[in-house]
Nanobody, 114 residues
Framework: VQLVESGGGLVQAGGSLRLSCAASGFIFRIYAMGWFRQAPGKERELVAAMRWSNTTSSYADSVKGRFTISRDNAKNMVFLQMNSLKPEDTAVYYC????????WGQGTQVTVSS
């Protein structure tokens, strides 16, 4: 199993980023997937999730209306479009099945400056 996140970076408040995750080693299309984040000194939290069928997504209240999760089952990829970013969105972002496996990728750092 491999999860490879990319697309993070440094952005000013109000800016946008699009994260990508390439998954391999399991039958991607039959699993719900999620984006999680972990800020310094805080526990990892689920911010967005999408069922295998692309028809249902859910979001943490803190990102609702600003983040959009999507997936491409043909390419085994999941994406997170993040708009109107806030300093409190600063964290390492990870993708994983939802609920998550014990194995995680390296994550991608998102830093939002005020």
């Amino acid at each position: 199993v491999q999860l490879v996140e990319s697309g993070g970076g440094l952005v000013q408040a109000g800016g946008s980023l699009r994260l990508s995750c390439a998954a391999s080693g399991f039958i991607f299309r039959i699993y719900a997937m999620g984006w999680f984040r972990q800020a310094p000194g805080k526990e990892r939290e689920l911010v967005a999730a999408m069922r295998w069928s692309n028809t249902t997504s859910s979001y943490a209240d803190s990102v609702k209306g600003r983040f959009t999760i999507s997936r491409d089952n043909a390419k085994n990829m999941v994406f997170l479009q993040m708009n109107s970013l806030k300093p409190e969105d600063t964290a390492v972002y990870y993708c994983n099945k939802n609920p998550p496996m014990t194995q995680w990728g390296q994550g991608t750092q998102v830093t939002v400056s005020s």
